[in-house]
T-cell receptor, first 114, second 115 residues
Framework: DVKVTQSSRYLVKRTGEKVFLECVQD?????MFWYRQDPGLGLRLIYF???????EKGDIPEGYSVSREKKERFSLILESASTNQTSMYLC?????????????FGDGTRLSIL | AQSVTQLGSHVSVSEGALVLLRCNYS??????LFWYVQYPNQGLQLLLK??????LVKGINGFEAEFKKSETSFHLTKPSAHMSDAAEYFC?????????????FGAGTRLAVHP
């Protein structure tokens, strides 16, 4: 079974802090994704990566950046956290970018910005 | 652009009753369709997927979904609800992500099952 591990289940940070969310997958997957989940809005794609050091913006990249230095690890960075970034963040991975490939999700990080 | 609409943000059924969760999609290319389930405080788990071939797709936990191109629908059903089915369900579509399997999700339907 694919295992996608997010480093923290719950995180509390202050406005203006630089925040790092970490995600690791153990199945040598090519693609990795970061989403945020808000009630009534479903999941919205922030960034994704299709290879080491390669990244593409998703639908809501503003205020975020990402890093993929190793294939198994994909980090989401909030450069200067703001209260409107309080949300559930979900990481996912897929074997390849083929359109029929499902994504496999971690358990999420619930981030609160005070 | 692709989009997904899930009709009904909340659905409530009795244990043993039919579960029907509705999903309609919009896509200018042949879609690939997915249903995911999210239990409280967990990530999303794949229930089933439609890629090509048979339009009736069977998934885990007794769920199935039928792809109807003429109706642009991919509704999720289960003949008999169980208490453990209480969760949030998401329909998603991929197919036009510039060659990548980007998913567009619906807003989700929360299923409640009462005794």
């Amino acid at each position: 079974d694919v295992k996608v591990t997010q480093s923290s289940r719950y995180l509390v940070k202050r406005t203006g802090e630089k925040v790092f969310l970490e995600c690791v997958q153990d199945m040598d997957h090519e693609n990795m994704f970061w989403y945020r989940q808000d009630p009534g809005l479903g999941l919205r794609l922030i960034y994704f990566s299709y290879d080491v050091k390669m990244k593409e913006k998703g639908d809501i990249p503003e205020g975020y950046s990402v890093s993929r230095e190793k294939k198994e690890r994909f980090s989401l960075i909030l450069e200067s956290a703001s209260t409107n970034q309080t949300s559930m963040y979900l990481c996912a991975s897929s074997l390849s970018g083929a359109l029929n490939q499902p994504q496999h999700f971690g358990d999420g990080t619930r981030l609160s910005i005070l | 652009a692709q989009s997904v609409t899930q009709l009904g943000s909340h659905v409530s059924v009795s244990e043993g009753a039919l579960v029907l969760l509705r999903c309609n999609y919009s896509s200018s290319v042949p879609p690939y369709l997915f249903w995911y389930v999210q239990y409280p405080n967990q990530g999303l788990q794949l229930l089933l997927k439609y890629t090509t071939g048979a339009t009736l797709v069977k998934g885990i936990n007794g769920f199935e979904a039928e792809f109807k191109k003429s109706e642009t629908s991919f509704h999720l059903t289960k003949p008999s609800a169980h208490m453990s089915d209480a969760a949030e369900y998401f329909c998603a579509v991929s197919g036009s992500g510039g060659g990548y399997n980007k998913l567009i999700f619906g807003a989700g339907t929360r299923l409640a099952v009462h005794p």
